[in-house]
């Protein structure tokens, strides 16, 4: 194994200091050195290893109460105080839910709570040498945000799934921005490197201390706003928001439940609980990016484990239920990190809240545009409003209409349609194909038995998704 090496503040080469990466132009200069940055070996061979002196395994750092307050006094005017009302749908859900909305910072995400602070944070001399860090978007947009606003220099590494448009939106904010790595785990290695290099300090964006007592702001608000609520709901990703957030919570009010909640396809902290500590765990593509973290914190996880009363992991059908929830009923667009809190409720995995005053975080919004219309569609099929269906009529003329006058009558809306005749044994028959919106899945079960009295094939959409893991 190869041994851990510490970060060092390089001299340039007359001794007089660290290296300035304000001599570096935005990501193009340093372009010859990411080659030689990208794997340095250790004399022993293999990839070098750099310790984050902030997130030491070794040694986790749990935050504590004083932190969370002073967090908030320093931030207090450079981030929005968002809204938590009730919920529009409270009476459908069987509970008092309060929606806390902290996708409405400016940089659509919670993140810009624990950058701010922990930019504040920065001794002098850091300030003037700036900050490192990797991210696939939400903590390096808030970063390179606030960094700008405070005139401290900010570089981020970003791997090259990170979507386009917040790998521009940190060059607007006058960050850094170096592209490079296949996952997060080759850009971090990078940006350690690079830090090591140029005496950068790297901010972790969900372990480091600053980070999860800023993000514990969020938990002071909540209480402000909510008094002595039964359960508060967090997302889970690298626990860096749980861990400030319980911090806080359980300070003031001891008896308030904090459940975490995870998606099935990146349920990181749940297998932590296992392992009794941090362990890598495979990631999948999920709808909740934001979540996808591969390893937990190890100051999250010892700050968050004594104050966690329940994790629940959720399927993504119910995320994709969720982010189409919150758009119909509250107007609200989230991405899907944001509406895991509210999955794990629609799924029935919180049933035992039924009358309790329960805060769900809807903690971001920065969806892309692209996704967010694959989601609505997705929550629409997977409870039973977007059914399928092959049928086959007569290709005699009127055959075609006869079957859309039957739609018409059950009431159901055509979202696309098409027909197939060289594939069928008979030549006076074809083939309809129809995807079509229903009011719910009995409305889609109606149409079904509808078809099924006027035609003898019919093909009809399984149960939905999402009710047939109920």
């Known amino acids: 194994m190869s041994q851990a090496v510490k970060a060092e503040t390089p001299k340039e080469p007359n001794g007089s200091g660290p290296a300035s990466p304000a001599s570096k132009s935005n990501g193009t200069a340093v372009?010859?050195?990411?080659?030689?940055?990208?794997?340095?070996?250790?004399?022993?061979?293999?990839?070098?290893?750099i310790i984050d002196p902030f997130c030491n395994p070794e040694r986790?750092?749990?935050?504590?109460?004083?932190?969370?307050?002073?967090?908030?006094?320093?931030?207090?005017?450079?981030?929005?105080?968002?809204?938590?009302?009730?919920?529009?749908?409270?009476?459908?859900?069987?509970?008092?839910?309060?929606?806390?909305?902290?996708?409405?910072?400016?940089?659509?995400?919670?993140?810009?709570r624990g950058a701010r602070y922990a930019l504040l944070s920065l001794s002098e001399e850091q300030k003037r040498t700036g900050v490192?860090?990797?991210?696939?978007?939400?903590?390096?947009?808030?970063?390179?945000?606030?960094?700008?606003?405070?005139?401290?220099?900010?570089?981020?590494?970003?791997?090259?799934?990170a979507p386009i448009m917040k790998i521009q939106k940190c060059r607007n904010y006058k960050a850094r921005v170096i592209v490079e790595g296949n996952d997060m785990g080759e850009a971090k290695s990078l940006a350690m490197r690079m830090s090591r290099e140029e005496g950068l300090l790297y901010v972790n964006g969900y372990d480091h201390p600053h980070i999860m007592a800023g993000q514990g702001t969020i938990g002071l608000e909540i209480l402000e706003q909510v008094p002595e609520p039964d359960a508060v709901i967090v997302p889970v990703g690298g626990g860096g928001l749980i861990a400030g957030i319980a911090t806080a919570v359980k300070a003031l009010s001891p008896k308030t439940k904090i459940i975490g909640v995870e998606s099935e396809k990146c349920a990181s902290f749940t297998r932590a609980m296992e392992n009794n500590g941090p362990i890598s765990t495979p990631i999948k593509n999920t709808l909740a990016d934001g979540l996808a973290v591969p390893k937990v914190g190890y100051n999250a996880f010892a700050t968050a484990m004594p104050l966690i009363d329940r994790m629940v992991v959720v399927k993504e059908e119910w995320i994709a239920v969720a982010i189409l929830r919150l758009v119909e009923e509250e107007k609200c667009v989230v991405e899907g990190a944001g509406g895991a809190g509210l999955a794990a409720i629609l799924a029935g995995h919180l049933d035992e809240l039924k009358g309790k005053r329960v805060v769900v975080l809807l903690c971001g919004g920065n969806i892309d545009t692209t996704v967010f219309g694959r989601c609505l569609e997705r929550g629409l099929?997977?409870?039973?409003?977007?059914?399928?269906?092959?049928?086959?009529?007569?290709?005699?003329?009127?055959?075609?209409?006869?079957?859309?006058?039957?739609?018409?009558?059950?009431g159901v809306s055509i979202k696309d349609?098409?027909?197939?005749?060289?594939?069928?044994?008979?030549?006076?028959?074809?083939?309809?194909?129809?995807?079509?919106?229903?009011?719910?899945?009995?409305?889609?079960l109606e149409l079904k038995n509808e078809l099924k009295k006027f035609y003898t094939k019919v093909e009809f959409s399984d149960v939905p998704l999402a009710l047939a893991t109920q």
């Open 31 to 49: 372009n010859g050195k990411l080659e030689a940055l990208k794997r340095p070996r250790h004399v022993s061979g293999g990839v070098e290893e």
């Open 60 to 112: 986790p750092q749990r935050i504590s109460f004083h932190d969370v307050t002073s967090a908030a006094f320093l931030i207090k005017g450079g981030v929005e105080r968002t809204p938590c009302p009730k919920s529009t749908s409270s009476d459908l859900y069987g509970m008092e839910l309060y929606l806390k909305k902290d996708f409405l910072q400016y940089t659509g995400s919670f993140k810009e």
């Open 132 to 161: 490192i860090s990797a991210s696939l978007g939400n903590h390096a947009q808030a970063l390179s945000y606030h960094g700008w606003k405070l005139n401290i220099a900010v570089t981020v590494v970003m791997p090259k799934a």
């Open 381 to 410: 099929a997977a409870v039973g409003r977007l059914v399928k269906f092959n049928v086959e009529v007569s290709d005699r003329p009127g055959g075609i209409n006869d079957l859309c006058a039957l739609l018409v009558r059950v």
């Open 417 to 444: 349609i098409m027909h197939e005749r060289a594939w069928l044994r008979d030549v006076y028959t074809v083939e309809v194909k129809v995807v079509c919106e229903t009011v719910d899945w009995s409305h889609s």
